[in-house]
């Protein structure tokens, strides 16, 4: 009898042991990512209509609201409103992207004068730099890591290895903070448009930042890469349809069209991009509503936090079986922070006070802390 009672006291103890342990066996390893965010520096400043007696809505309204964005998108203002010119809302928005998993910030960064020589006098005044700049000097910029897209697209194109060296001099300013974004221990700079640089320009860039005591740069290339050096690659967004007149698509199409781009190399390393959302119809108005040069394209509908938080967890999942495929950091973009007049946005807007796409992200981001 004693025998017995000694045998099914150690099963218990067996039985409990197993169960404390096995967890930690059994469940699967979540594996760290660090989570970026695009962001759009165009609601600040002076509204091109700001000064036309018949358009008294301009008169306050930043840079790249439209009188569209007022009249029929108004649910995209963010809680804060339109403008977000001011260091308080720039320290705001570095706190709630870190409080919902965001790690960094890629400011757009733009050449002046475009096809022409380097113009540091006006480049160091363009209100598109004015939100990194706030970034910069915020008290609470530890919290988030800042990179730079550069926005090398009609208006702000940068001709010949010379002046792509000088604006890589120009960024060692940056690449020198404790506070910008790397990637395989190398500063990240994105570049917009794979077609506007040559190969000659990358090793240029390479050249410049090693003369400044750099191991070099992580150069990530927009879109179409082919035959191009870049380190690695990614998107800013996939967008089928961009200017292929007015069509509701629905939000299902926009990812899958992500999705279709997700492929790499060991040589070079591919950063998936995750699309919140896209309709621009707030800049398609040519009557004056808008932006007037925007082309009409197909807009997606239908997106749900639901629908996101999949979108997300199967980058993640991309990552985790194609680990040769993507960069070490296993790093992810999403289009965007704030670009309110194309429809990606993660930031509270009067539609979504409580920012539930931005919860989306902190939930995704919570399973797979470093």
């Known amino acids: 009898m004693k025998t017995q009672s000694i045998r099914l006291l150690s099963a218990v103890l067996l039985a409990c042991l197993t169960g ?13 990512i660090s989570i970026g965010a695009y962001y759009y520096d165009g609601w ?50 570095i706190d709630l992207a870190a409080d919902n998993g965001i790690e960094f910030f890629l400011f757009c960064w733009y050449w002046r ?12 005044t363009l209100p598109q730099h004015e939100s990194m700049q706030r970034y910069l000097k915020a008290k609470n910029k530890n919290r988030i890591k800042f990179g730079l897209l550069v926005a090398n697209h009609q208006g702000a194109e940068i001709n010949g290895t010379e002046n792509w060296q000088k604006a890589t001099e120009h960024w060692m300013q940056y690449f020198n903070d404790p506070q910008y974004v790397k990637v395989d221990s190398k500063p990240l700079v994105v570049v917009f448009n794979a077609k ?89 108005d040519a009557s004056g509503n808008g932006k007037g040069g925007a ?15 999949t979108f997300l967890n199967d980058a993640v999942s991309w990552m985790d079986t194609h680990p040769e495929q993507t960069s070490k950091e296993r790093m992810l973009l999403i289009y965007a922070w704030n670009e309110l007049g194309e429809g990606g946005y993660l930031v509270p807007t009067k539609a979504d006070p409580t920012g539930s796409y931005l919860k989306v992200v902190k939930k995704v981001a919570s399973r797979h802390k470093k």
């Open 113 to 124: 004068d475009a096809n022409g020589p380097f113009n540091p006098e006006k480049i160091a």
């Open 20 to 32: 404390l342990v096995w967890p930690l066996y059994g469940q699967t390893v979540s594996k760290p």
């Open 295 to 309: 082309k009409q394209g197909w807009y997606y509908t239908g997106r749900t936090p639901k629908q996101f938080r």
């Open 44 to 93: 600040g400043g002076k509204n091109p209509k700001a000064n036309d007696p018949n358009e008294p809505w301009a008169k306050t309204a930043p840079r790249q609201v439209t009188k569209r964005m007022l009249n029929e998108f108004a649910d995209r203002e963010p809680v804060w409103g339109w403008r977000h010119d001011s260091q308080e809302i720039m320290e705001r928005q």
């Open 196 to 284: 506007g640089i040559e190969n000659a320009d990358l090793s240029g860039m390479q050249e410049v930042a090693q003369k400044n005591s750099l191991a070099g740069l992580t150069i990530a290339g927009c879109g179409n890469t082919t035959g191009k050096n870049f380190t690695v690659t990614t998107h800013y967004n996939v967008v089928p349809g961009y200017s292929a007149g007015s069509q509701e698509h629905p939000y299902s199409e926009l990812v899958d069209a992500q999705r279709s781009k997700w492929q790499g190399s060991a040589q070079q390393p591919y950063i998936p991009t995750v699309i919140v959302g896209w309709d621009k119809r707030p800049w398609e």
